[in-house]
């Protein structure tokens, strides 16, 4: 692979997707931690390790000396989970949606209950998890629990309980498609209460095709450095980040600018990935990038320059950065009007902190050869901000934009107005759709109408801008044709008003898509207030007022009616455990499930 750099020496930069290196053998988590007292550990992993081939590591977040393992394996529509913490009192692990608390399916054990797990959820509020109707998770077992200072627990589910108090776990294997988000968090108590520090959080692939550490940095870092040819960095020169509370920067690099290593007389290349580049001082006061092809770094800010840019690639905190797939890129710099990749930065600095100097930017990767299919990217929405400095009302609402049956038969035509036009009439295959708000959006939907009826919906359930400012939705390819008119529905609570700082709001859908789309060389985009070119591709909005949090429409976290699952304790078929001196755990029945729900009310706080 032949690597050109704009930035030669990254410094105390972070390549996301490097986080981790590849580790084989799990003994060799928990590093810092002396061998004998990783004894119980070993032990069981020794013991263990042929159960579940592949894991991952959590650390946490202000402590990389700590945090939880994970083991998993999947047995037809079983999955087996394992986790193991430093800890003598309890434990939590939990299936995000957006890779915090609010939105999570979690699971409970507590040492002085050692026969029990508690399946339990949260939905809006960090501090109250709830306790699940139907007890869904099993415990399998639980070992070392308190000896040493070591808890591993073992636990099975259906991959997908139908109960709207769980968590499905969606396939995950195609690395455009979201990862699964995993929480944890762990505690000295006797139950569970606040965890404080001790508390982590990953992205792995549950289904992954190859086994030992299965982290999403993982995934996609191995999956670039294969595919790729090579890979150049756009990264800032020390910018200075104002002292203000928001601030849009452009970071903008021509063809001629990068200098890259490709072939004699070769003038493009065809991106198949990228990942971003956070400088560790600065980090927290990045809110997104947005990257573009451009005609050049003018800076132009005229309405055909802004119509005619191509999008390739969005991020927040929270993404890892994104794969295509190998018969899918991004062609760059292969015409006049896109000789140049803009990176535009939003920097988020609400103390107004000054000389703080940023270097952030993206790893681009790249193919000499160019792809079967061109990548697109799809807004919807509300993309140019024409909404800027509306009022938001208080209590809750909805802001829908619907884009018309007219807009993709325009950019993807019948078959006899495409051979008018000597262009492609099949339709396009949705990759990914990512759905973006800011703090006071709950919940986002993206639907896709054919004939009428909705086909397919892309939906965040509990919007949690901390954790992922863009939310990458769990779902298999699809595709959309022509005539089919897309609806993106933004809720908000107490919402302030559209604009462009972290505080406002926005309610945009990216869809990244194949094989490209565009009319009269401007490629397919269909936001609100769009000037009427012909093709239907403005969006219309409808607003609405909900009188209470169940007008959201939410699904998950609804009370469910039947319980098919395996009950959390067999009490029939497993032997009492042992009492531990440690734990001063003794047998407990299902009723003290019942007794230790104030308790566990109080369990994980993200």
């Known amino acids: 692979m032949n690597h050109s750099f704009y930035h030669s020496a990254l410094g105390t930069l972070i390549l996301l997707s490097s986080f981790t290196c590849a580790i084989a053998d799990a003994t060799d988590y928990f590093s810092s931690v002396a061998t004998d007292e990783k004894l119980e550990y070993t032990k069981w992993v020794n013991a263990r390790s042929s159960a579940y081939p592949r894991h991952a590591y959590m650390s946490q977040e202000d402590n990389k000396d700590d945090g939880a393992a994970i083991f998993w394996n999947v047995d037809g529509d079983m999955i087996n989970i394992g986790i193991a913490v430093r800890a003598e009192g309890w434990v939590g692990l939990g299936i995000s949606e957006a890779g915090g608390m609010i939105g999570s399916d979690i699971a409970l054990f507590q040492a002085s209950n050692p026969s029990t797990i508690v399946d339990a959820h ?99 870092l191995d999956a670039l450095e294969v595919e790729s040819d090579g890979f150049f960095d756009v990264v800032q020169d020390e910018y200075d980040i104002p002292a203000s509370e928001t601030t849009y920067h452009s970071l903008c690099k021509t063809f001629g600018e990068l200098n890259l290593e490709i072939p004699q007389g070769q003038s493009m290349v065809t991106m198949i990935g990228a990942v971003p580049i956070l400088d560790e001082d600065t980090a927290k006061l990045i809110h997104h990038f947005t990257v573009s092809l451009t005609k050049d770094c003018s800076g132009s800010d005229s309405f055909d320059s802004i119509r005619s840019q191509s999008m390739i690639y969005a991020w927040a905190p929270g993404d890892e950065g994104m794969v295509l797939p190998n018969n899918v890129g991004f062609p760059m710099f292969h015409n006049e009007n896109y000789q140049a990749v803009d990176i535009e930065i939003h920097y988020h600095n609400p103390f107004l902190i000054s000389g703080m100097k940023d270097s952030s930017g993206i790893r681009f990767y790249y193919t000499n050869d160019e792809r079967t299919h061109q990548a697109g990217t799809l807004l919807l929405g509300d993309p ?223």
């Not at 919906?457 to 769990?474: C, M, N, R, S």
């Open 122 to 220: 949260v939905v809006g509020d960090r501090s109250m998890p709830v306790m699940d109707d139907c007890q869904d998770w099993r415990l399998e077992a639980a070992t070392a629990v308190g000896e040493d200072g070591w808890m591993i627990v073992e636990m099975s589910r259906l991959i997908n309980t139908e109960d709207y108090q769980d968590r499905a776990i969606m396939t995950d294997i195609d690395l455009w498609a979201a990862p699964t988000r995993i929480i944890a968090a762990w505690g000295d108590d006797d139950s569970v209460s606040y965890h404080g520090a001790k508390r982590a959080r990953g992205s792995v692939r549950i289904f992954a095709n190859y086994t030992g550490e299965v982290t999403e940095s993982r995934a996609l």
């Open 384 to 606: 140019w901000m024409m909404l800027y400095d509306t009022q938001i009302n208080d209590g809750l609402t909805k802001y829908s934009f619907t884009c018309p049956g007219e807009c993709s038969s325009a950019f993807i035509p019948q078959e006899s107005i495409a051979q008018e036009r000597n262009v492609g009439s099949q339709g396009v295959t949705i990759l990914s759709e990512i759905l973006h708000m800011h703090k006071t959006g709950v919940r986002m939907t993206n639907e896709v109408i054919r004939d009428g009826e909705v086909f397919h919906k892309a939906v965040v359930d509990v919007y949690d801008f901390d954790q992922q400012g863009g939310f990458l939705t769990p779902q298999e390819t699809y595709e959309v044709l022509p005539g089919d008119s897309f609806r993106t529905t933004c809720y908000y609570k107490d919402g302030s008003k559209f604009g462009l700082s972290s505080e406002d709001e926005m309610c945009i859908t990216f869809i990244t898509y194949y094989p490209a789309k565009d009319l009269l060389g401007m490629p397919w985009v269909c936001p609100y207030g769009a000037p009427d070119d012909g093709s239907g591709c403005s969006a219309e909005l409808e607003l609405g007022h909900l009188n209470s949090v169940d007008d959201l429409g939410r699904s998950f976290g609804a009370s469910s009616s039947e319980c098919n699952a395996t009950p959390t304790v067999d009490i029939s078929t497993r032997d009492p455990p042992e009492k531990s001196e440690k734990s001063g755990a003794a047998w407990f029945g299902v009723s003290v499930v019942l007794q230790t729900v104030s308790a566990l009310m109080f369990a994980i706080r993200a």
